[in-house]
């Protein structure tokens, strides 16, 4: 057994998360997470007579059939009597949802979006992601010194200016020794041989097509001061690409929330995370698999024995998936609330790929938010 910096190849990368956390955390404001014809907002499990929002749709007749399938998509309990409620949103004057996103373990910061890590309608629960079910997966561009370009690396849009990967996808001989440049970003990719990307689902038969994906080009990438190539630990693998134009944000193309502080790592424990990626030998579009966070004492022991040293800045994670999907540098995705939160970069992770008892190691996200913090510029 070897260890390896995961790189991907030539065409490739990304990530996937998902996580079947199943839900509804009690929140102050809400205690549901309320589906909405304008997608999920918190809301409040009460009866429905008592939901302007769901009478208002309730009073126009005839209901429209995918009115009905919200309402029933949002009953939440049975009283005794009967009588059914509803998780209700909860919206301002202007009649729009509100997502807390402190309370939602998200941060917020001038420089970062105020929307971020929507979950779109569906989420598929296949191995092969929707079209836009993640749109903040990104992969890094290269040159090489013959001009023949090639994406290797994943990476994560956090706004419209700044993506985020693994510092050995972003820092000179770390990427490889023969001289490859990172360039570009592409964004809104989902099959890698088309563009532009059209989905087909059935039933309803129905055909769903992206803009064109947006390749942007680099304008400074900042790599973490204290990452050294060399340390088997691979300890503080984090870059920041600051992008020369601002990604057009879209249905397609959308950052993903980055957690706070308090998002530690034994809240992480046990969830349900996704990664995702163009990896696989099997398919050219963004596959995914679900990812169990380990116990980080556990995965410390195991991996000490082979001399590799993981500090708590890092994540221990194994894929539920007999095939690799996730490419370097690109997110462990967290689904929290009905917000996808960042919760980690790929870093590197056993040969071969996946190998049953050896987990992926990631870089911590909310153990940098103080640098990524200082390193965001306007
Ligand atoms: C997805 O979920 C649907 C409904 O729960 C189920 O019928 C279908 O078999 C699932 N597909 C996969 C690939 O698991
Ligand atoms: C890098 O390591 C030095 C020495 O441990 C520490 O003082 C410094 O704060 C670290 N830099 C960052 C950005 O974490």
Request: hydrophobic share 35%; proline share 5%.
């Amino acid at each position: 057994m070897g260890f390896y910096l995961v790189r991907g190849t030539l065409l490739a990368v990304v990530v996937v998360c998902s996580v079947t956390l199943s839900v509804a955390a009690a929140q102050r404001q809400g205690d549901c997470s309320s589906l909405t014809r304008n997608g999920r907002v918190l809301g409040q499990c009460i009866p429905v007579r008592d939901c302007e929002y769901f009478m208002g749709i309730l009073t126009v007749t005839p209901v429209s059939q995918s009115d009905r399938n919200l309402l029933r998509d949002n009953q939440c309990n049975r009283q005794q009597n009967g009588n059914v409620n509803v998780c209700c949103p909860i919206l301002d004057m202007d009649g729009v949802g509100q997502a807390n996103r402190d309370s939602l373990g998200a941060l917020t910061h001038p420089l970062l979006p105020h929307e971020c890590g929507g979950v779109k309608w569906q989420r598929s629960n296949d191995t092969e992601a929707k079209i836009n079910e993640y749109p903040w997966l990104a992969l890094i561009e290269y040159t090489k010194p013959s001009q023949e370009k090639l994406h290797a690396c994943g990476g994560v849009l956090i706004s419209e200016r700044y993506v985020l990967t693994a510092a050995h996808c972003a820092s000179g001989s770390a990427i490889s020794s023969e001289g490859w440049r990172v360039r570009a970003v592409r964004l809104g990719e989902w099959d890698t041989l088309t563009n532009p990307d059209c989905q087909v689902s059935h039933a309803p038969e129905k055909t769903e097509c992206a803009p064109p994906y947006q390749d942007v080009l680099v304008e400074e990438i900042i790599v973490h001061q204290n990452y050294s190539m060399d340390a088997g630990s691979q300890t503080n693998d984090i870059a920041m690409i600051r992008l020369k134009d601002v990604a057009q944000i879209n249905n397609y193309v959308q950052p993903i929330c980055l957690p706070n502080k308090q998002l530690r790592a034994d809240e992480l424990e046990d969830l349900v995370t996704e990664v995702g990626g163009w990896q696989a030998k099997s398919s050219s579009r963004l596959k995914k698999s679900e990812v169990i966070i380990e116990s980080i004492e556990n995965c410390q022991r195991q991996y000490a024995a082979q001399n590799i040293h993981i500090m708590a800045s890092q994540l221990c994670g194994s894929a539920k998936s007999n095939e690799c999907h996730g490419n370097s540098g690109g997110p462990l995705m967290l689904l929290k609330n009905n917000v996808y939160l960042l919760g980690g970069l790929l870093s590197f992770g056993p040969v071969p790929c996946p190998s049953t008892g050896w987990p992926d190691i990631y870089t911590r996200v909310a153990s940098y938010i103080d640098w990524i913090h200082s390193n965001l510029k306007a």
